[in-house]
C-alpha cells in the first residue's frame, strides 16, 4: 500500500494542503476487528475544510477531500465542473466505458435517468414490496429454525439483498453465491481478481442481453433491448454500461447496511427493545443509521481549473465527495457521532446528492427497512456472539464481514 511519503504530490497543491488521510488506508480503513470505520473517517473534521490526499482512491491516486457536506453538495450540484466520467468498473480492464447513467455528465446522463427512472419509482418499489418481505421472511425464519446464533451477512444480508436484485434482472436465486463472489472479488479483491471479476461480469451481461433479444421476458434486461433514446436503440456498449452498474450497485451496498445495522442494535440494546416496543419507529431510525453508517465515496473528476474553497483544483483532478465524512458534518448534524434513533430532518447524503442521487434508493431503503422490521419480529434480543468480532473496513466501498450474532 503506497503512503503519503512514497506518493508524489502534484507540483499545483501547496504543501500546507496535503493530509495525510486515506478512506482505504489510514487507521481504521484496514479490516479492523470490532471497528467502526465511519467514525474513523471523522477525525478529517478537526482539519481544513479541503485537503488534498495523495492515496485516496482503489488505484492509488490522489484526490482533494471535500468534509464539509455544503461543499460535497456543490461539487455534486455542478457536472459542468465536475464531472462523473471516471470509467471505475472499466478501467480494472484498462477500458474507458461509462457505467450507465452514474459516470454520464448532461444532456446524455437526462435521457438514460428518464429512461431507467420509471423502473425504480416508488410506484414499482410498492408493487415489489411483497416479495421482498416474503424473502425476508423465509431467510429469517430459516435462521431461526436453525439455532440461536448466525452469521449474519452470509446468512441473511446478502441472499436477501442479492435476491431481490436476481429477481429484478428476472433470474432464479441458484447462482446467487457465484454473484456475490464476483462482486466482492470486484470490490475488495487485489489486482488479479479485480479484473478477473470484472471481465466475467461483462460476459455475464453481455450473454444475458443476447439471450433476452431473443427470448425476451418481463425483467430489466428485456426492458433495455427493447427500448429507445433519440428514437434508436440502445447499443451493445450501452447495454453493457447499463447491466454492469445495476449488478455492482445491487450486490454490496444495501447488504453492507443492513450489517451495520444490525451490528449497532446488537451493541445498544436498549435501542433494539426501543425498536421492538414500537416497530413503526424502525422507518426514522434507519434513516439516522442510513446517516451514520453510509459505505460510497462518490468521486469527480474536474473538467477545468477552479478556486474552490481555497483549494487550486485543477483540470483532471480528482474530488472525493466521501457520504461518510459529510455525514459526520458538525455543521450539519448536531452531535455528528451521537447515533439518535428520533433525529428528525435527517439531510444525509447516504445515496449521494444532485444529479446523480442513487437511482436504486427508493428500493434500497424499503429493502433495508423491510430486512430490520422481519428480524426484529423473528430474532429474540440478540448480541454479538462471545469469542467472535466482526471485521470492519473501508475503501471504495465500506463493509462488514464475520458479524455472528447471538440471540441464545
Known amino acids: 500500500m503506497e503512503t503519503l511519503a512514497t506518493r508524489p504530490i ?18 481504521g480503513m484496514q479490516p479492523t476487528p470490532n471497528g467502526d470505520p465511519q467514525a474513523a473517517s471523522a477525525v478529517v473534521h478537526q482539519g481544513p ?23 460535497q453538495r456543490r461539487v455534486l450540484q455542478d457536472p459542468e465542473t465536475f464531472s462523473s466520467h471516471r470509467s471505475i468498473f472499466a478501467s480494472a480492464l484498462g477500458e474507458s ?5 452514474l459516470e454520464l455528465d448532461p444532456p446524455d446522463h437526462g435521457k438514460f435517468r428518464s429512461l431507467l427512472n420509471p423502473l425504480l419509482s416508488p410506484r414499482r418499489v410498492m408493487a415489489l414490496e411483497t416479495a421482498v418481505r416474503e424473502r425476508a421472511v423465509s431467510l429469517i425464519d430459516g435462521i431461526a429454525a436453525s ?3 448466525c452469521d449474519v451477512m452470509q446468512d441473511f444480508a446478502f441472499p436477501f439483498a442479492v435476491n431481490i436484485f436476481l429477481r429484478f434482472l428476472g433470474l432464479s ?10 462482486a466482492n472479488d470486484l ?3 487485489d489486482n488479479v481478481q479485480r479484473p478477473a471479476a470484472a471481465r466475467t461480469i461483462i460476459a455475464f451481461i ?24 433519440d428514437d434508436r436503440p440502445l447499443t451493445d456498449a450501452e447495454i453493457r454500461g447499463t447491466g454492469v452498474l445495476l449488478f455492482v450497485a445491487g450486490l454490496d451496498t444495501v447488504a453492507a447496511a443492513i450489517g451495520f445495522d444490525l451490528n449497532y442494535l446488537a451493541r445498544h440494546p436498549s435501542d433494539q427493545q426501543w425498536l421492538r416496543d414500537d416497530p413503526s419507529r424502525i422507518v426514522l431510525a434507519a434513516e439516522e443509521l442510513l446517516r451514520a453508517y453510509p459505505t460510497v465515496q462518490m468521486i469527480r473528476v474536474a ?18 465527495c466521501a457520504t461518510m465524512i459529510a455525514n459526520r458534518d458538525p455543521n450539519e448534524f448536531p452531535e455528528p457521532e451521537k447515533i439518535d434513533l428520533t433525529r428528525e430532518d435527517n439531510r444525509h447524503t447516504a445515496f449521494a446528492y444532485g444529479p446523480h442521487r442513487c437511482l436504486g434508493s427508493h428500493l434500497a431503503r424499503r429493502e433495508i427497512v423491510v430486512g430490520l422490521e422481519e428480524w426484529l419480529k423473528r430474532i429474540p434480543t440478540f448480541r454479538i456472539k462471545e469469542g467472535t468480532a466482526p471485521i470492519t473496513y473501508g475503501g471504495h466501498v465500506f463493509g462488514i464481514e464475520k458479524l455472528i450474532l447471538d440471540w441464545s
Open 49 to 71: 475544510r479541503i485537503f488534498y490526499s495523495p492515496v485516496n482512491t482503489r488505484d492509488g491516486r490522489g484526490t482533494w477531500v471535500v468534509t464539509r457536506a455544503q461543499d
Open 187 to 189: 470490490l475488495h479483491g
Open 10 to 27: 502534484p507540483a499545483h497543491v501547496p504543501p500546507e494542503m496535503v493530509g495525510d488521510f486515506s478512506l482505504f488506508s489510514s487507521p
Open 173 to 182: 436465486d441458484d447462482r446467487l453465491q457465484e454473484f456475490v463472489r464476483w
Open 97 to 101: 466505458w461509462p457505467m450507465i447513467p
Open 147 to 149: 439455532g440461536t446464533s
Open 303 to 320: 473538467t477545468k481549473d477552479i478556486d474552490f474553497e481555497g483549494a487550486p483544483i485543477r483540470k483532471g483532478d480528482y474530488v472525493s
Open 206 to 229: 453481455d450473454d444475458l442481453a443476447a439471450e433476452r433479444r431473443k427470448r425476451p421476458v418481463d425483467d430489466f434486461v428485456s426492458f433495455l433491448v427493447q427500448a429507445k433514446i
